[in-house]
């Protein structure tokens, strides 16, 4: 009786420092969202993948009447830079006119989530404050944001104990496997607005496109037949994509799903061919995936393993109609 009173003890202190830990990773996460927004800071990163290296230079700032102010550059190779004011959101590449949308969502190498509401990656995923150690010259906080199943990657972010900022992001396998990273090089907060904003705030930004919708009540000819757990379909449309086995464009359907922190698009179209064995190529941790079968090209990009792309692709069937109501969207998540 005293030794199961002894195990029942060693659980509970177990339990309680797990739940602590957890704890604590989620409020150092929710400090990262805070600063994201809120504080005036100039920072420069590296993204490293494929032993290379992408430098980028990010401006971030309050202006007047609370509006967040952003500019993100690509410093090496074609021209990109990524304007925002608030809800609009600029783009200036190569090769095209600049352009804008209405949007809070800016495409950069740093997932949109950790300037968000944290809390809506509980689902997938479980958050554990490891320890600290010196990143850029910093005591910095080790958070792993840790995948409850085996389709995902795991991410540990290192964040500023001074500020909470992140320092360093590192994307890994369930193995352990680094497969790409960000790390920062240089990050400056100040208490008021650089130079560069105010006078950015004073720009007038290109014209806003609009975007083509989708009609609400479009039949989609495809379904994803299985997710993992916690993925839930952002829109869908058709793409005019190039086709090796079809001369010129053609129309295929485009599906986006994401779990939050990871985006997944799937791309379906008939083909002449009946069947092609899988093909696939891994940018760091970016993974496009292509097969054809029974007569179906599927083609599925994201950020996770192989296996999980292959199960993905091999779920796509027909979309089934049931009293008009369109289920191509549906899926069944796993655990």
């Known amino acids: 009786m005293k030794l199961s009173a002894f195990f029942l003890l060693l659980l509970s202190v177990n339990v309680s420092a797990i739940t602590a830990d957890t704890e604590s990773a989620k409020l150092s996460l929710e400090r990262l969202s805070d600063s994201l927004r809120q504080l005036n800071f100039s920072t420069s990163f590296v993204v490293v993948k494929n032993n290379q290296a992408e430098p980028y230079h990010w401006l971030h700032g309050i202006g007047d009447n609370e509006q967040e102010l952003e500019i993100f550059t690509r410093l090496n190779g074609p021209r990109l830079d990524v304007l925002r004011q608030g809800e609009v959101v600029s783009y200036i590449e190569p090769d095209q006119e600049p352009y804008s949308i209405?949007?809070?969502?800016?495409?950069?190498?740093?997932?949109?989530?950790?300037?968000?509401n944290i809390s809506e990656l509980e689902e997938s995923y479980r958050f554990i404050s490891v320890g600290r150690s010196r990143i850029l010259g910093r005591v910095a906080q080790l958070v792993r944001v840790v995948s409850k199943d085996k389709y995902r990657y795991n991410y540990w972010l290192w964040l500023?104990?001074?500020?909470?900022l992140m320092l360093k992001m590192a994307v890994l396998t369930r193995q352990g496997q680094l497969l790409e990273q960000i790390q920062f090089t240089h990050i400056e907060v100040d208490e008021k607005l650089s130079d560069n904003l105010k006078q950015f705030q004073l720009t007038e930004l290109p014209a806003v496109i609009e975007l083509t919708m989708q009609r609400q009540n479009r039949t989609h000819s495809?379904?994803?037949?299985?997710?993992?757990?916690?993925?839930?379909v952002v829109k869908s449309n058709q793409h005019n994509l190039n086709s090796h086995n079809r001369g010129g464009d053609k129309a295929v359907e485009f599906m986006l799903f994401t779990d939050g922190l990871v985006e997944v698009s799937v791309y379906v179209n008939p083909s002449h061919e009946k069947f092609r064995a899988p093909e696939y190529a891994s940018d760091g941790a970016t993974l496009v995936f292509n097969h054809i079968l029974q007569g179906i090209e599927v083609g599925v990009v994201g950020d996770i393993p192989l296996a999980t792309a292959k199960k993905i692709a091999e779920s796509i069937s027909p979309a089934i109609v049931d009293k008009g109501k369109n289920t191509a969207l549906s899926s069944k998540?796993?655990?």
């Open 102 to 116: 209405i949007s809070s969502d800016v495409r950069s190498p740093i997932p949109t989530i950790f300037r968000g």
């Open 160 to 164: 500023d104990q001074k500020t909470g």
């Open 222 to 232: 495809w379904q994803v037949g299985w997710l993992p757990h916690g993925f839930s």
């Open 333 to 335: 998540g796993e655990q």
